[in-house]
Each structure stands twice: as C-alpha cells, then as structure tokens.
C-alpha cells in the first residue's frame, strides 16, 4: 500500500506531515511519488483564512475524479490537519466520498485509523483531544529534505486573538519536556542537520521546564548545530531576558518574526492582541543596537471590522516607523466560532484591498532597501538546492532567512545543507544575487 500527503497552512502542518508519514512508514505504507500513484492521500489541511478552506473543498473534488478515473485500483482519502478539527463530521456531509478525518490532537491515532479504513470502515473519524499528542516519538519523524529539521517545542495557543482559528484548531498550549526537546535536536544533528527551527504559534511562552531563552541557551550548546531558528513570536511574550538571548547566542539565527497585526490600539484592542502599538515599539527596544543586524519581519491584518482610515493610517505610520525587513499581510477573514465574527464589518471590499495594495507596496519598497544594503558583503549562506534552477542559479538563505541567488559555473557542485561563502552582488524585492568566492 502507498501513501501521499498534500500539505498547506504553516511550518506546523509541514511538520505535522513529516510525522504522519513517520507512523505510516512505521506500519508498513510506502510513499507514493504521486496522488496518480497512491492507495491513500491525505490532504493536509490549514483554515486559517476562508479560501484556504476553499482549497481544501476543490482539491478535494479533483482528487476524486482521479479517484473514479481508476476503477480498478481502489483510493482512501482522508482529511487531515485544521479544517479537519474544525469540521469533523461536516466534511463527509460537504464531500462524502472522504473516507478518513482526523484532527490535530488525534495525530498520533493514524495508524489505526487507516486500518480501520483499509479494513472496510466507512467515514471513519477522530476528532478527540488526546492529551499525550505532543509526545511524539523522535525516531517516527520522515523528514522531507529540507536542510533545517523542524523541531515542536509547543502545540496550541492560550491567546484568543477574536479573528483567530487557532485556539479552537490546535487547543491550548501543551509544552514538550526539555529534555525531549534536547534529544530530538542531538537526534538530527547526528543525522546530519546543521540548522533547526523551533516550531509552537508562540514559541515564547514555552515552560516545559525552563522558559524559552533558557531553551535556547541549552539548545545553542549542541555541537554541530550551526543555526538555531524558531517561530512565531507574541509580542506580550516578549521579554528582556528572551531579546537578551537572541541577541547574544551566536547560534541564534539574527532573524524575529513577531507579528504585529494593527498599529491602531483600538483595532489591537478589538482584536485581543493585549498590547498597544507602543508596546510592541517598546519590546522591539529591548533588542537595543543589535537589532539593525537582524532581520525583522511581521504579519498584519488588513481591514479588521471597525477600521477607519485614521487606524489604517497608524498601521502605516508604524511600518514607516520600524521599517519591517519583511512583512506578510492579509485582508481580515471572518471565521467560524471566533468572537470577531460578531464585530460589524461595513468596510466596502475595494476600500480593504487598496489599503492593502498600499501596505503591500510600501512594504516592498523597505524590503528592497534592506536587501540592498546587504550589496556588498560577504556573508555564510546555507545551500537549499540540489542542482541548479533552469535559470542556471543555486538556490541559498543567508542567516536572517534572505533567498540568495547564487551563479556558478554549471560542472562545480555547491554542498546541499552546507554553509558556503558568498558575496553579494545584487539584490531585489525577492532575493540577493551572490558569487562564491
Ligand atoms: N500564532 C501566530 C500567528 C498564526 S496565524 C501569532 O499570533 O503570531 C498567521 C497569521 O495569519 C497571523 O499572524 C495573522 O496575521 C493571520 N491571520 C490569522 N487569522 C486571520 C484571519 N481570520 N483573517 C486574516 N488573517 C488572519
Ligand atoms: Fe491565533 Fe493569536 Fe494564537 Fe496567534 S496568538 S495563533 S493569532 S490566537
Ligand atoms: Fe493553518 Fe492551522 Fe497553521 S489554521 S496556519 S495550518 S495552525
């Protein structure tokens, strides 16, 4: 039997994919190069705006008709991921040729879920919380060949942000033991990776046994870890002693993404961020002089119910202010059993996308400017490609998460997963251009 997993929503659907073909590579499943290929696909899934769940709905009929144009070859397909939490039952009801949901806090619940399946069960579901989910096994992890290993410090989230799926799709926080933690980061380094990244939706409010910057101080003493990366940041998390570690471990990757979602207080409020623009200028502070080395990114929402002009001209104000390396920005998507819902939105459609337009304009425009100032510099990159792009480019990322370009003559190789030397030689919105030296 062969499996394949189609994946969206953020790094920890990513991971959530190297785990479950972890389990069913344990029970025997083979991967499947392909859906064409497959006795079962899962679709991973993410429902953090409406048209990911949209997606989610199309793909699902277009995996069908391969599955009729097969006849002679039976197909199981199950959904997995966020929507899956959120929908349960609703999705065999939207689409019922789905054989299998399972929801984020039943991961580990898989293998027997597939059997059942494969053993003839018909809309076969788990939806429950189990508690010992976030235990997950080290050694069950099929990594895809990414050169950074994603590493769970924390599931869920105890904020309750009123725009935000996550709480009711991932639950509240359950933190890793350090000690897990550090075995699992000896684990692959041994197996060859030089770099990890810490994954929970707020990785700074971790206390499974010590607080996130104590994790990263202990974590930056593994040899051969070369870079240490994490995401996300909470701004209310945010601490003196966490700006006090990220700027002083030389392992610490010189890159923070925090977002910010509004530089209104009143919109900040509306949201439940719990912190106001200030506050969040403030915390930024705490990074002190070091932070003009680190590459600073953000996420905004565009449009939230109640937005004036007057606030949408302080989110402005604020990027203008501190001059994001980066930034991913969104129109407000209403979503389901969230508060926000309640909030009336009387914004016209076209007003929510100029104002985005605009946002996202500006943005690019500092995102070149602090790309251009790295023209120049010779900097370590880390290989992210196997052979080079039809362009004839080698794909690269610089230690504050910037694409490099980089040519070079077509018979010499560049080690994948390893840090070469390179100058800058040019720079756009998007990437830098480099030279090996
Ligand atoms: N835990 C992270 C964010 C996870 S979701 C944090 O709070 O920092 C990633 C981003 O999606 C959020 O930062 C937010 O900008 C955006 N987002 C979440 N819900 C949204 C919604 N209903 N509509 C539009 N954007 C949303
Ligand atoms: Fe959602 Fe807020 Fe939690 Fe982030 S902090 S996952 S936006 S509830
Ligand atoms: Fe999406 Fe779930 Fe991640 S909603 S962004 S896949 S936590």
């Given at each position: 039997m062969k499996f394949h997993i189609l994946t969206w929503g953020c790094q920890m659907n990513d991971h959530d994919t190297e785990k479950m073909s972890g389990l069913l590579v344990r029970s025997g499943l083979l991967l499947a190069d392909s859906v064409h290929d497959a006795d079962l696909v899962l679709l991973n899934t993410c429902s953090i705006r409406e048209k990911a769940a949209h997606k989610v709905y199309s793909e699902l009929g277009r995996i069908n008709e391969i599955k009729a144009s097969r006849p002679d070859r039976p197909m199981a397909i199950g959904v997995t991921g966020c929507l899956a939490q959120q929908e349960k039952e609703n999705i065999f009801k939207r689409a019922p040729f789905v054989d299998l949901v399972v929801g984020t806090m039943a991961l580990k619940q898989l293998p027997r879920l597939v059997a059942n399946v494969f053993g003839g069960g018909n809309h076969v579901i788990d939806t429950d919380f189990y508690?010992?989910?976030?235990?997950?096994?080290?050694?069950c992890i099929s990594r895809s060949c990414s050169p950074k290993a994603l590493i769970t410090i924390i599931e869920g989230c105890?904020?309750?942000?009123?725009?935000?799926v996550v709480p009711t799709t991932r639950g509240s926080e359950r933190h890793r033991p350090v000690g897990d933690i550090l075995t699992e980061v000896r684990n692959v380094v041994d197996s060859g990776f030089c770099e990890v990244e810490l994954l929970g939706?707020?990785?700074?409010?971790?206390?499974?046994?010590?607080t996130f910057a104590e994790l990263l101080y202990k974590i930056a003493e593994?040899?051969?870890?070369e870079w240490i990366r994490f995401t996300t940041s909470h701004p209310m998390n945010f601490t003196k002693e966490l700006a006090q570690a990220l700027t002083s471990i030389s392992k610490v990757a010189p890159f923070l993404h925090m977002p910010i979602q509004s530089g209104s207080d009143k919109i900040l409020r509306r949201m439940g961020r719990g912190y106001t623009a200030q506050e969040y200028i403030d915390r930024i502070g705490y990074l002190g002089e070091r932070r003009n080395n680190m590459c600073l990114s953000t996420d905004f929402i565009v449009g939230?119910?109640?937005?004036t002009d007057e606030d949408f001209e302080s989110t402005m104000s604020i990027l203008e202010l501190i001059k994001f390396d980066a930034s991913f920005s969104f129109i407000y998507s209403p979503r389901p059993d969230t508060p926000a819902l309640h909030l009336a939105d009387n914004l016209p459609e076209s007003i929510k996308h100029e104002r985005l337009a605009r946002l996202q304009a500006r943005q690019t425009e500092f995102t070149t400017q602090s790309n251009l100032r790295e023209v120049g510099k010779i900097v370590p990159v880390r290989i992210e490609s196997h052979t080079p792009s039809e362009q004839g480019y080698w794909l690269a990322r610089t230690a504050q998460w910037r694409n490099v370009h980089i040519e070079n003559s077509a018979d010499s190789q560049l080690p994948f997963g390893r840090l070469v030397d390179v100058k800058i030689t040019g720079a756009g919105p998007h990437w830098l251009k480099g030279e090996v030296l």
């Open positions: 508690p010992d989910n976030h235990l997950f096994p080290v050694d105890n904020h309750a942000c009123t725009y935000c939706q707020n990785v700074n409010s971790y206390n499974g046994g010590c593994i040899d051969g870890l939230f119910p109640g937005e």
